[in-house]
């Protein structure tokens, strides 16, 4: 028994390759050609029908002089003699004798529905032979103007039924005009107009596709750089020479692209930092489990030295954290808050660190007491500031914690009386893991400082630090008014 073999496995559909018609260049261009040519277009046909309308006009007006004499001579106005006498083929007999047409022109009247008599100049084609037309002109019973195709090409033309007293012949009057010659020179014009147009066609397309190629420029080199980037360098910016559309889209991928370069430098920061700072401890750990002693106070001092280590990771890891995430946009929760009850707020939180001299600074406000701010993390910066100074005083020693008002930022600061700070390390303290090489900053993992500036620039402000040998430090956080959150994450540290 034969079994159907099985299908051989679908391969799996490669990324489409780029189609030439799908690029934008190509069909900017199309629609540009587009446009013009349904432009040109439209003004070689309107052109067409207004020239065609204006001949109408102008053979209609003479077809209308020529009803005109005829209705004169026919009432005997012209020469003042009365009525012609006779009835309808008299009347058209004597109007024929004296009748001279103009060139291109031809006149035919019919009795009772047929050909009677027509002018005697020889016309470029006998109309009177075309039953058709002899049959459109019989059944006419006012003047009515229309074309007709004969042989000798386009053909104007008006019928007027004719009677006359006292017979009841009915006859028609045809006066007829070739317009061809003209409508050729129309068609001339208009065809040189089209043979015109397709040469301006061809050099827009030459031109657009030159314009095209400098408009999408910023496109391509937005695209090369989006194709070369890599979280290892995304160093490349697209150079921004025009403000208009495109040089926005490449600020914003510019600004894309310096987001992403704090996000990954942020990332391998924490990295560095986990690698580096953690490294000790977990060191510290293993080499107590690895030597732990058998006797009971052995033990005991082993796992205090590892408890205290693991709670310097946590901590560590943190403040770590807290770093990590200090550039996200919805970091900072500004909102409106009292600068005095801010303050009042730090100082009871701070007098339950350490036995020291708390002293509440607070300055007058000739200007105001509300300020826009996150109240959490200024209020984690200060304490901060004031665990740095209880750590570097004495006991008994004096901290002062206050603020004030300024013209256009808020002044919060903490001073201590402690040792004091070199002024070689005072720039330095803020920056991550770094410690004064004297007395300040000798516990902790040195990161506290790094966090008050971080928080310090999200709200678009900055920290200062006032310092000598032995006369204390006061360090003052300067915040604007206003902050936007969305400006911000916390700042660079």
């Given at each position: 028994m034969r079994t159907a073999e099985p299908a051989p496995p679908k391969q799996a559909a490669g990324p489409p390759g780029r189609h030439p018609l799908r690029s934008i260049r190509v069909r900017l261009l199309g629609r540009m050609l587009v446009l013009v040519g349904l432009t040109l277009a439209s003004l070689t046909g309107a052109e067409s029908f207004i020239l065609t309308a204006r001949l109408?006009?102008?053979v209609d007006r003479e077809l209308a002089h020529d009803i005109q004499a005829f209705r004169s001579f026919a009432t005997g106005t012209a020469a003042g003699s009365g009525?012609?006498?006779?009835?309808?083929?008299?009347?058209?007999?004597?109007?024929?004798?004296?009748?001279?047409?103009?060139?291109?022109?031809?006149l035919i009247t019919l009795v009772d529905?047929?050909?009677?008599?027509?002018?005697?100049e020889e016309p470029p084609t006998r109309l009177d032979t075309d039953r058709a037309l002899m049959r459109r002109a019989a059944e006419v019973r006012s003047p009515s103007y229309g074309d007709a195709k004969s042989a000798a090409g386009s053909v104007r033309f008006v019928a007027v039924p004719v009677t006359v007293a006292g017979d009841s012949t009915r006859g028609v009057l045809v006066?007829?005009?070739f317009t061809q010659q003209e409508r050729d020179h129309i068609y001339d014009s208009i065809r040189i107009q089209i043979y015109l147009g397709f040469g301006a066609l061809l050099l827009s397309a030459c031109v657009g596709w030159i314009f095209a190629s400098r408009i999408v420029a910023p496109l391509r080199l937005l695209r090369d750089t989006a194709r070369s980037i890599h979280e290892s360098d995304i160093t490349r910016r697209i150079p921004v020479q025009d403000r208009d559309e495109i040089g926005q889209l490449a600020s914003t991928f510019n600004d894309m692209l310096e987001r992403?370069?704090?996000?990954?430098?942020t990332k391998r920061q924490f990295m560095n930092d986990v690698g580096h700072e953690l490294r000790t401890p977990i060191t510290i750990v293993l080499s107590q489990l690895e030597t732990l002693p058998d006797d009971p106070a052995g033990r005991a001092r082993t796992v205090a030295v590892i408890t205290d280590e693991l709670h310097r990771m946590h901590r560590m890891s943190e403040e770590l954290l807290m770093l990590a995430k200090a550039r996200r946009p919805d970091a900072l929760r500004p909102e409106d808050l009292s600068l005095s009850e801010l303050i009042e707020e730090v100082y009871v939180k701070a007098a339950a660190l350490a036995e020291r001299r708390w002293l509440l600074d607070f300055g007058e406000n000739p200007h105001r007491d509300t300020l826009h701010a996150d109240r959490q993390l200024l209020t984690q910066a200060m304490i901060q500031l004031a665990q740095n100074a209880a750590q570097h005083t004495e006991e008994h020693g004096r901290i002062w914690i206050g603020g004030r008002a300024g013209a256009d930022r808020v002044e919060l600061w903490v001073k201590d009386s402690g040792p004091g700070?070199?002024?070689?390390d005072q720039q330095r303290i803020f920056e991550r893991f770094a410690r004064a090489e004297e007395s300040r900053?000798?516990?902790?993992a040195g990161l506290g400082l790094a966090i008050v500036k971080a928080i310090a620039e999200a709200h678009h402000g900055e920290i200062q630090v006032d310092s000598a040998p032995g006369q204390g430090a006061t360090f003052t956080l300067l915040i604007p008014y206003v902050t936007h959150a969305l400006n911000g994450g916390l700042g660079k540290s």
């Open positions: 109408n006009e102008r009525p012609v006498p006779g009835g309808v083929r008299a009347l058209f007999v004597s109007y024929l004798q004296g009748y001279i047409p103009e060139h291109g022109q031809t529905g047929d050909p009677y008599r027509r002018s005697a006066i007829a005009t992403l370069d704090d996000a990954f430098s700070i070199r002024l070689a900053g000798r516990t902790g």
